[in-house]
């Protein structure tokens, strides 16, 4: 199993500053594989990032994904307060899935 | 729009069975691949099973593998998970969700997810 660490667990931050989010693989990700979601408090996950770098349809662009092989990021350029929520990595590979352990981005 | 509404959760006995559904509508549902992604109480989110969009195929993870089943009836829409052997571990909100891409695993990503029905196992 391919196994996907987020950090920080969470990162604390005011409306307006950059987020950046960690996940890493410990076997190597086709960049075409990796995604990103959102989950607000009560609600379910909301695709934002595909294939490593493409936003879903109607996602911000404040919002941007980069990496490959074993090291992927999410950069969120300048938190609006609807930011503040978990945010999880996910992966594909060999007919199965794994998610991160998410990491919160809450207000400082 | 589409849509994805499931239902059938509740308090289940451990060593019990339990069904859930998902009615799918607003699209094709012939084309896309879907999947259940479950989330207990406070925790992450974990991939429970996929089946392929023409329901050939079916995918497990390895705590649910010999005691859940997938399946699919394309004339009703709807998307099933059956659940047996129940235990207090599998006790989490279930989600369905449906690929991004139509006639793809969904290995790009999951674009639309229900609300989610709650599950307890407890005695």
């Known amino acids: 199993e391919n196994v996907l660490t987020q950090s920080p667990g969470t990162l604390s931050l005011s409306p307006g500053e950059r987020a950046t989010l960690s996940c890493r693989a410990s076997?190597?990700?086709?960049?075409?594989?990796l995604s990103w979601y959102q989950q607000r408090p009560g609600q379910p996950p909301r695709l934002l990032i595909y294939g490593s770098s493409n936003r879903a349809a109607g996602v911000p662009e404040r919002f941007s994904g980069r990496g490959s092989g074993t090291d992927f990021t999410l950069t969120i350029s300048r938190l609006e307060p609807e930011d503040f929520a978990v945010y999880y990595c996910q992966q594909y590979g060999k007919t199965s899935w794994t998610f991160g352990q998410g990491t919160k981005v809450e207000f400082k | 729009q589409v849509q994805l509404v499931e239902s059938g959760g509740g308090v289940v006995q451990p060593g019990r069975s339990q069904r859930l559904s998902c009615a799918a509508s607003g699209f094709v549902f012939s084309s896309y691949s879907m999947h259940w992604v479950r989330q207990a109480p406070g925790k992450g989110l974990e991939w429970v099973t996929t089946?392929?969009?023409?329901?050939?195929?079916?995918y497990y993870g390895d705590s649910v593998k010999g005691r859940f089943t997938i399946s699919r009836d394309t004339s009703k829409n709807t998307l099933f998970l059956q659940m047996d052997s129940l235990r207090p571990e599998d006790t989490a909100i279930y989600y369905c969700?449906?690929?991004?891409?139509?006639?793809?695993?969904?290995?790009?990503?999951?674009?639309?997810w229900g609300q989610g029905t709650l599950v307890t196992v407890s005695s």
């Open positions: 076997q190597s990700v086709s960049t075409a594989y």
């Open positions: 089946i392929s969009y023409d329901g050939n195929s079916q």
């Open positions: 969700a449906r690929s991004r891409v139509s006639f793809s695993k969904g290995e790009v990503g999951f674009d639309y």
